[in-house]
C-alpha cells in the first residue's frame, strides 16, 4: 500500500489551462503539504493543512488553490498555467513534532 | 528566519570508502530537528536519518551517521562502505521544533559513486 499517493505523476499540458494534482495519505498523519521543486532541485513549501485548516501558504501565486476535503487528502488546483509553474511538485503529511515527512513520488509539470 | 546551507553542489566517491557530505544552519531557536533526505533519480524522498536538537549523541542509521554539532550549528552526514545505490542527491532539512512544521532544505549534494 502507497503510504502517500499523488496523481497523475506526469501532467503535460498548454500554457492557459487549468489543472489539479491530486495527493491521498493513508498514514493517519494530521499535516499535509505540497512542495514545489524547481529545475535547479531546490525544494521550497507552498502550502500545509492541519486536519483540515491551511496554516502555511507562503508567497505563491493566487493562481495556486490547495483543497483538503479530509485530513487524508490535499488537492492542489492550478488556474492559467505559465511556463514557470514547470516543477516537480510533491506532496507529503507528517505528525506534528519531530518526525520527518513522508513524501509522495512527485507529479512532473511540463507547461509548453 | 532559518536557513541551511549545503556548500558541496557535488561530491564523489568509490565504493566501499567512506564519504562526508557538510551541511549548517542559521536559527536562534534552542528547539529543532534535523534530517538528511535522498533523492535518487527515480525523484522519490526517502528519508535516511534524522537527529532531535536536544539529544548529543549522533544518529546513526546502519552506514549513515551524522556528526551533529549544536554550537557551530553544523549537521554533516557520513556514508560508509559506500555502494552504488547510494548515489542521489541529498538534502540536509531543518525543522523548527516551535513554529509550524514546514521543512527548511538545503539546496541539496548530489552523490556520485565509482565502481
Known amino acids: 500500500d502507497t503510504a502517500v499517493s499523488q496523481t497523475p505523476k506526469y501532467l503535460v499540458t498548454q500554457m492557459g489551462n487549468d489543472k489539479s494534482i491530486k495527493c491521498e495519505q493513508n498514514?493517519?498523519?494530521?499535516?499535509m503539504y505540497w512542495y514545489k521543486q524547481d529545475s535547479k532541485k531546490f525544494l521550497k513549501i507552498m502550502f500545509s493543512y492541519n486536519n483540515k485548516e491551511l496554516i502555511i501558504n507562503e508567497t505563491v501565486p493566487n493562481r495556486f488553490s490547495p483543497k483538503s476535503p479530509d485530513k487524508a487528502h490535499l488537492n492542489l488546483h492550478i488556474n492559467s498555467l505559465e511556463l514557470g509553474d514547470s516543477a516537480v511538485y510533491f506532496c507529503a503529511s507528517s505528525l506534528q513534532g519531530n518526525y520527518g515527512y513522508t513524501f509522495g513520488s512527485g507529479t512532473r509539470l511540463t507547461v509548453v | 528566519a532559518q536557513t541551511v546551507t549545503q556548500s558541496q553542489p557535488e561530491m564523489s566517491v568509490q565504493e566501499a570508502e567512506t564519504v562526508t557530505l557538510s551541511c549548517t544552519y542559521d536559527t536562534s531557536e534552542s528547539d529543532y530537528y534535523l534530517f538528511w533526505y535522498k533523492q535518487p533519480p527515480s525523484r522519490q524522498m526517502i528519508l535516511v536519518i534524522r537527529q532531535e536538537a536536544y539529544k548529543q549523541q549522533n544518529a546513526t542509521e546502519n552506514r549513515f551517521s551524522v556528526n551533529f554539532q549544536k554550537a557551530a550549528k553544523s549537521f554533516s552526514l557520513k556514508i560508509s562502505d559506500s555502494q552504488l545505490g547510494d548515489a542521489a542527491m541529498y538534502f540536509c532539512a531543518y525543522r523548527s521544533g516551535w513554529e509550524t512544521d514546514k521543512l527548511i532544505f538545503g539546496t541539496g549534494t548530489r552523490l556520485q559513486v565509482f565502481p
Open positions: 498514514l493517519g498523519h494530521d499535516t
